[in-house]
């Protein structure tokens, strides 16, 4: 599917940015904006600790910024003592680090006591600049949507705010065992929705579900397909090849699982499936590995050792094999490698590691949740499974191993579709909405002043 940034509606909208006509074309971008991430920084690693897709995203989207000269301030709190108040990621983009709480061990649920701090800090930074330095704040999950509301006030800028995931939604989708999202965390992003100019939505679901949960005016969300670096996640020179880069056999199934360990995800739904399919079928275990590539991560902090229990108890850990994170690059070496992803996410606001392993050439058997349905074209790319039932995704491997060819025949439509998300297109779609948000915040205190 095309990227696109759409007013409300269907899915099969033009690819371009359409606004009503309200917003005729020649209006101002942003010459420089505030990008905040309070939580998670975007020089950490993904797939530890609070660092996932979310991280890439901001990297990846910033960097595509500067190439269209909008110039990107990312501010993120200090995790170390003695880091450089300001490092420039690329040229055109500077992460901030401002000081706010405690450098180590500071757990994400602690974090809103921090954010005073946090606002202090980006104050600061602004302070000693001229006015206008900012045309507009851009604020990434709930946290840093409460520091941008008030910046954004202060400075008389428009706020554009992208939720990445609401406590609401995945409150309605718990994993077993899972914590739910606080009462706190659900005010938080009532009152951002309704502070904010724009919403960034991923998907039409997730603009529907801001409607719906929040009741975010449909006029103000705007959805906007995230991108995957396409020279980075490529079939490169194929399986075989990453295969023996990586010490893996040359002709095993490989279902593999790559993200934060945490019952969100569900990596035991992985597990529990690949036990189902040995019993089911027990000459498999001579040829297959399952990888898991992630640290653990929220909730999945407290049991790290969780995972490697669930699988001695079923008695597959001859074929697993656990995998502390990798950078980006070794980590599409693993997708290449891979005979399938697997994601049986409780709710994913988008699934970018699904479109990285895709654009890998490798098909993905994902949970019907979230953005996912958006990201993998079911029976074509991957198969999406309704539920969670081990048996389903048992089911669903099955397929790759009693047909090996499904892999090759999936994986290369799965490189094809993945080429529809590339990160300038998402970068010129977000610079439209942040373009259509200054003109209309122009607009509104004109008349205001008027």
Not at 22 to 29: E, N, S
Not at 233 to 244: I, M, N, T, Y
Not at 261 to 288: F, Y
Not at 335 to 346: G, I, K, T, Y
Request: proline share 8%; glycine share 10%.
């Amino acid at each position: 599917m095309s990227q696109y940034v759409s007013r409300l509606g269907s899915s099969r909208v033009a690819p371009r940015l359409r606004f009503p006509a309200a917003f005729p074309g020649g209006h101002r971008k942003p010459r420089r904006i505030a990008m905040l991430s309070v939580h998670t920084s975007p020089l950490h690693q993904p797939g530890t600790g609070d660092a996932g897709g979310m991280n890439v995203y901001i990297v990846e989207l910033a960097r595509r910024l500067a190439a269209i000269n909008i110039e990107v301030e990312i501010f993120t709190r200090s995790t170390t003592g003695g880091l450089p108040p300001a490092v420039e990621l690329a040229p055109g983009v500077l992460v901030r680090h401002v000081d706010a709480g405690p450098y180590e061990g500071l757990a994400k649920e602690e974090l809103p006591a921090q954010l005073c701090a946090f606002t202090h800090g980006v104050m600061q930074a602004w302070a000693g600049q001229r006015p206008g330095y900012y045309d507009l704040v851009h604020s990434h999950y709930w946290l840093s949507g409460h520091v941008g509301w008030l910046a954004a006030q202060r400075w008389g800028v428009p706020l554009v705010h992208a939720m990445h995931t609401m406590a609401k939604v995945k409150n309605a989708a718990l994993a077993e065992g899972d914590t739910p999202e606080p009462a706190a965390r659900v005010i938080g992003e009532t009152q951002i929705v309704s502070a904010a100019d724009r919403l960034i939505a991923n998907t039409t679901g997730e603009a529907d579900e801001l409607i719906r949960f929040y009741e975010a005016d449909p006029g103000s969300v705007a959805v906007v397909h995230p991108g995957v670096n396409l020279d980075r996640f490529s079939p490169a020179d194929g399986r075989a090849a990453a295969r023996a880069r990586l010490g893996l056999p040359k002709d095993a199934l490989i279902p593999l699982f790559a993200g934060r360990i945490q019952p969100l995800k569900a990596p035991d739904v992985l597990l529990r499936a690949v036990a189902v399919l040995l019993d089911r079928d027990p000459t498999l275990r001579s040829r297959m590995v399952v990888p898991v590539v992630g640290g653990p991560s929220g909730s999945g902090l407290a049991k790290p050792e969780g995972l490697q229990k669930l699988a001695a108890r079923l008695g597959i850990a001859d074929v697993v094999r656990f995998q502390p994170p990798v950078g980006q690059e070794q980590l599409a070496d693993w997708f290449r490698a891979a005979s399938v992803l697997v994601m049986p996410s409780h709710s994913e606001s988008f699934g970018l590691v699904a479109i990285e392993a895709q654009a890998a050439g490798t098909p993905v058997v994902a949970a019907a949740v979230g953005g996912l349905p958006v990201a993998v074209r079911d029976g074509i790319s991957g198969f999406l499974i309704p539920g969670h039932d081990p048996q389903a995704y048992a089911q669903a491997l099955a397929r790759f191993a009693d047909a090996p060819e499904l892999v090759a025949r999936m994986g290369a439509a799965a490189a094809a579709h993945a080429q529809g998300f590339g990160w300038d297109t998402a970068a010129a779609a977000t610079a439209d909405v942040y373009t259509a948000a200054m003109h209309e915040h122009r607009r509104r205190v004109r008349s205001h002043h008027g």
